[in-house]
């Protein structure tokens, strides 16, 4: 992975990790890798991957066992409404990159129809 | 947490010419500091005062709390940024001079080093590639159990495939009872593996801090920041 986004690392990471969770490659109750696997894996300084770990925590997407390790939660609400939250930023960026491109709304509208049409037809 | 660095208006002049001017740097337990500036920036000298290789000019340098001396060298690890080792030799001669040399020098941890580096012990140094060599010295340098690593440009000259090796076991080593200083001018490499930076500019800090906090203040990688610091 490369960390070449302007956002803290530890930050990319909860990033990576909840886009698994919401996408269900991680799923309710998975053990995380260890903080020094993720350090490993990603090239990361161990404190970073920590951090994320931490505020993963704070945000109640993941719990810690004493001595067992970091789990993705089992509650599926909180998944839910992660992935409610992630679509709606994606959303977000892509009206505000179609407005920079000048496109007004009911042109965005129509070209979104179009692509459900066409992704319907196949 | 404790600071295993503690550096007080350290000054160093090489005759009239200042190369340290009044360094106040403290580095905390388990951290990995990166010291970063281009050549002639002052981080070498810096480095070689902490290995107790040069005296400053005035102001304090405490290790473990300790003035440098006989006690800071048995508990520093240095990897000096060219090479020191004698070309008659083997890896395994090398090794054993580093196993006379240092108490803490851990021979198992040697050798999983030199097989996660693909060297082997009956090598012998003359005949070592530049990306070789360098995995070889740090391999040596991390297979002590220091409390303080120090690395002058790990990274510098060598291929990028070397260069991941490298980087990862620097990452693999990384233990935090100990800290560790990495001098580099290639900080996109290096970045990740960042605790806090220093950038250090003709002697002086001019940027210190937490790379994340950095990175977060100024929406930009410590990559960018340097450009910025260090370009025209």
Known sequence: MDFNDNLPIYMQIMNLIKSKMASGEISGGDKLPSVRELSKELKVNPNTIQRAYQELEREELVFTQRGMGTFATEDMEVIKSLKRKMARELVNRFFMEMKKLGFSIDEVKSIVFEWIEREDGE | ?232
């Open chain 2, 1 to 232: 947490m404790k600071n295993i660095v503690e550096i007080k208006g350290l000054t160093k002049k090489y005759s009239s010419k200042v190369a340290l001017n009044n360094i106040n740097l403290n580095i905390e337990k388990g951290k990995v500091v990166g010291i970063l500036g281009p050549n002639g920036s002052g981080k070498t000298t810096l480095i070689k005062i902490l290995a107790g290789l040069l005296r400053q000019t005035s102001g304090e340098v405490l290790i473990d709390g300790r003035s440098i001396g006989v006690y800071t060298k048995s508990i520093v690890s240095y990897l000096p940024d060219r090479s020191f080792l004698y070309k008659w030799m083997k890896i395994e001669d090398a090794m054993n001079l580093y196993k006379d040399f240092y108490s803490d020098f851990d021979e198992e941890k040697f050798n999983e080093l030199l097989s996660f580096m693909k060297l082997e012990r009956n090598m012998k140094i003359d005949a070592l590639s530049k990306g070789m060599h360098e995995k070889l010295n740090l391999s040596l340098v991390l297979a002590r159990n220091s409390k303080l690593y120090i690395l002058d440009e790990p990274i510098g000259g060598v291929d990028p495939v070397a260069r991941d090796q490298i980087i990862d076991a620097i990452i693999n080593n990384y233990n935090e009872e100990s800290s560790m200083i990495i001098t580099t001018h290639l900080v996109r490499d290096m970045e990740s593996i960042l605790d806090e930076v220093v950038f250090l500019k003709e002697g002086n800090i001019v940027l210190t801090g937490s790379a994340e906090a950095l990175r977060e203040e100024r929406g930009k990688q410590i990559d960018d920041i340097y450009k910025e610091v260090f370009g025209e």
